[in-house]
C-alpha cells in the first residue's frame, strides 16, 4: 500500500517540481531597470538615458545599484526588482553634477559614497541606504597627493586588517594608482599615491582601442576595483574603451592590497565582444546574498550618443587555482537569479533561446528607413519608429511556427526624445500578445495597471507560465517620448525540434605574424541561428565566449590572446530548440 501511495504522489511532485521552475526568478541583460535620463549634453539637444559604471554592494541583506549620473540608486531585496532612491542630503546639496562612475561600499553599519573629482568633494556616509539620506563623512576630501583625480574612485577596506584604500584612474597616459585612507582621520588619504598598472597592449591584444581592437590609439585604462578572496588581492581593471564593443575588465593579482602585481594569464576576466549586449567593462565584483559571485559592466549602446551606455550584470567566481573569471555565454539570454550556492558556471543559463532573430515583423506603421525588420536583427543602434505614440500603435513577430514562449525583451530606443534629467514624468505601459493564426490572441503581460508607473528602457517580462503561440505582438500603451521607437523586440523560449549539429572542420590558426591574434573558422551548421567560439587558457578554463550569429561568415579573427600565452578553442551551434554539444577542443601556442 505504500507503494501505490509512492506512485500516485509521483506526478503530483513532479508538477511541483516543475511549478517550482517555472516559478524561479529570472533575469536578462541589460539590466531592467529605469535608466535615468542624463541631463549634461541638453545644450547640445542630446538626449539619452544615462548609466554605467556599476557598482552593486550588499548592505543589512539587501543589494544597492549605483551608476553614473543617475541622481540617485537603486535598491533590490532579490537582484530582479529595483527601486529608484532619491538622495535626501539636506542641509547639503547632492553634488550639482552628478556623481560619475561613484565608489560604494559596506562596511560594518554603514555605506560610504563617493564621486570621480578632480576637486575637492565631499565624501558621503548612511546606515539607511534605502532612506536615500545621506551625511558628509568627510565634508572635503583633500585632493589625492602624488596624482590627479581621484577620477574612476573605488573604496576598499581590508576587513582582516581594518585598513582602508582608495584605488583610482581613467587615462591612456597614465596608470591606475592606490592609496592608502586614514579612518581616524575621516579615510583622508595617508601617503602618496603609488603607481600600480598599465596598458600594455603590446603584449596583451584585448588592451588594443576600437572596435575589435583595431585601432592604433593609444587605449584607456579606466574603472578600478579590488577584490580579496583566500588572501589575495584582485586588482581590477576596464579598458581599452568604453565606446567599443570589446569594452572589457581584466585583474592583475597580489599579495598585498597596493602589490606588487602580476597579470592574470586569463585575461580579460569580463568580455562579451558578440551578439544584442557588446561591451563588459568597468563594473565590479560582489557576492551575493547565497554567497555567488558577480561581476557587473558597460555594454554600450551609442544611438545618441558615443556614451550611451546601459548596465550589465554576469555571474563570476574564483576557480581552485585562484583565477577570477565572468561567465558572458549567453550573457544576454534569460538566467536564473541564485537561490543557493551554484557550482556550475552555467548552471544559471534557462536554457531559454532566441527565437526572434531576423523573423519576419509587422507593425501597425512606420517611418522612413526605420521599418518594423530593424526590431529583429539583434542591434540596438538600429530601431523601428512608429508613426505615432498613441495607444494601440503595435508591433509584431512572426517566429515561423508554434514555439514555446517563455519571456520577451523590449528595448525602447531615444529617438528624438527630448527628454532631460527629470523635467518629465516618464513610465512605460505595453502589453505582450500572442497569437496561433493572428485571429485569435491571448493577452500574457500587461504593464497597463502596474502601480509602479516606472520607466523601463529595457523591459524584460518573464512570463507566468509557458505560453505556444506563432506570433506575439506588443501593443503600445504610453512612453514620454513624443515618439514610439524600439531597438529590438526580443523573443525567448524553445523552438520545440532538435538543436543544432556540431560544427564541422573548427580550426585555429595563430597569426604568424602578430601572436595577439588567431582566425577561426568552421563549417556553417544548415539550422544554426548562431555560434559561440568558446575560448581560454586550458581546456578546463574555457572562460570566455564570443557570439558569432549564423549570416555572417564562418570566421572569427580574434584579436584579444597575450603573446606567450597559450589558448584552446571549442565552438557549439544554438538555434531556436537549443544548443550542440562543444565541438573537439584544438590548442594553439
Not at 551608476?67 to 542641509?91: C, E, N
Request: aromatic content about 14%; overall charge neutral; charged content about 20%.
Amino acid at each position: 500500500m505504500a507503494h501505490a501511495t509512492f506512485i500516485l504522489l509521483l506526478p503530483l511532485l513532479a508538477s511541483a517540481t516543475i511549478a517550482a521552475i517555472a516559478s524561479r526568478l529570472t533575469y536578462c541583460n541589460p539590466v531592467d531597470i529605469d535608466y535615468q535620463y542624463n541631463f549634461e549634453q541638453k545644450a547640445r539637444g542630446i538626449s539619452y538615458r544615462s548609466a554605467a559604471d556599476p557598482v552593486i554592494i550588499t548592505h543589512k541583506g539587501e543589494y544597492y545599484l549605483f551608476a553614473t549620473i543617475s541622481g540617485g540608486w537603486w535598491r533590490s531585496k532579490d537582484l530582479k526588482q529595483w527601486r529608484y532612491v532619491k538622495p535626501d542630503v539636506a542641509p547639503h546639496s547632492w553634488p550639482k553634477e552628478d556623481m560619475c562612475a561613484p565608489a560604494a561600499v559596506s562596511v560594518g553599519d554603514q555605506v560610504y559614497l563617493f564621486q570621480s573629482t578632480f576637486e575637492r568633494r565631499p565624501l558621503w556616509v548612511t546606515s539607511t541606504p534605502g532612506t536615500g539620506r545621506l551625511t558628509q563623512f568627510n565634508p572635503l576630501m583633500p585632493q589625492v597627493p602624488g596624482a590627479a583625480g581621484p577620477w574612476d574612485p573605488a573604496l576598499f577596506h581590508d576587513d582582516d586588517t581594518d585598513r582602508w584604500f582608495m584605488y583610482f584612474g581613467s587615462s591612456n597616459v597614465y596608470p591606475l594608482y592606490g592609496i592608502e585612507l586614514d579612518f581616524a582621520r575621516q579615510l583622508s588619504y595617508r601617503g602618496t599615491a603609488g603607481e600600480l598598472v598599465g596598458l600594455r597592449p603590446e603584449l596583451h591584444g584585448w588592451e588594443r582601442f576600437g572596435p575589435n581592437h583595431t585601432s592604433s590609439i593609444k587605449p584607456f585604462i579606466e574603472g578600478a576595483w579590488m577584490t580579496k578572496h583566500r588572501g589575495k588581492y584582485y586588482l581590477q581593471y576596464a579598458g581599452p574603451g568604453t565606446e567599443f564593443n570589446v569594452y572589457a575588465n581584466g585583474a592583475y593579482i597580489g599579495d598585498g592590497p597596493l602589490g606588487p602585481f602580476s597579470y592574470a594569464p586569463n585575461n580579460p576576466i569580463s568580455y562579451k565582444p558578440g551578439g544584442f549586449v557588446t561591451g563588459a567593462g568597468h563594473g565590479n565584483t560582489f557576492q551575493d546574498l547565497h554567497g555567488n559571485f558577480w561581476n557587473t559592466g558597460t555594454p554600450w549602446v551609442a544611438v545618441n550618443f558615443d556614451f550611451e551606455r546601459r548596465i550589465a550584470l554576469f555571474p563570476a567566481g574564483f576557480d581552485t587555482e585562484g583565477l577570477l573569471f565572468a561567465n558572458t555565454r549567453f550573457g544576454d539570454f534569460p538566467h536564473y537569479l541564485p537561490t543557493e550556492r551554484w557550482t556550475n558556471k552555467d548552471a544559471l543559463f534557462t536554457g531559454w533561446m532566441l527565437l526572434s532573430y531576423r523573423k519576419p515583423a509587422e507593425a501597425s506603421s512606420y517611418r522612413g528607413v526605420f521599418s518594423p525588420a530593424n526590431a529583429t536583427d539583434e542591434n540596438p543602434r538600429t530601431y523601428w519608429v512608429a508613426d505615432s505614440n498613441k495607444p494601440g500603435e503595435w508591433l509584431a513577430v512572426d517566429l515561423g511556427r508554434e514555439c514555446e514562449v517563455r519571456a520577451v525583451q523590449v528595448n525602447f530606443t531615444d529617438y528624438k526624445s527630448g527628454i532631460y534629467a527629470t523635467d518629465h514624468t516618464v513610465y512605460t505601459q505595453f502589453k505582450i500578445q500572442v497569437s496561433s493564426d493572428q485571429k485569435t490572441w491571448r493577452t500574457v503581460v500587461d504593464l497597463t495597471s502596474d502601480p509602479e508607473r516606472r520607466d523601463r528602457a529595457n523591459a524584460y517580462q518573464q512570463l507566468a507560465q509557458p505560453e505556444r503561440a506563432r506570433y506575439v505582438r506588443y501593443e503600445h500603451v504610453h512612453v514620454a517620448s513624443p515618439h514610439l521607437a524600439i531597438s529590438d523586440l526580443r523573443v525567448f523560449g524553445h523552438g520545440r525540434g532538435p538543436a543544432p549539429a556540431t560544427p564541422a572542420r573548427f580550426a585555429v590558426r595563430r597569426d604568424g605574424q602578430d601572436p595577439r591574434n588567431a582566425f577561426v573558422t568552421w563549417d556553417d551548421v544548415p539550422d544554426a541561428v548562431g555560434y559561440n567560439i568558446l575560448w581560454g587558457i586550458r581546456s578546463d578554463k574555457l572562460y570566455q565566449t564570443y557570439q558569432v550569429f549564423a549570416d555572417q561568415r564562418p570566421a572569427l579573427e580574434l584579436r584579444a590572446l597575450s603573446l606567450g600565452q597559450g589558448y584552446t578553442f571549442a565552438i557549439e551551434a544554438f538555434n531556436e530548440n537549443g544548443v550542440s554539444q562543444p565541438s573537439e577542443r584544438t590548442s594553439v601556442e
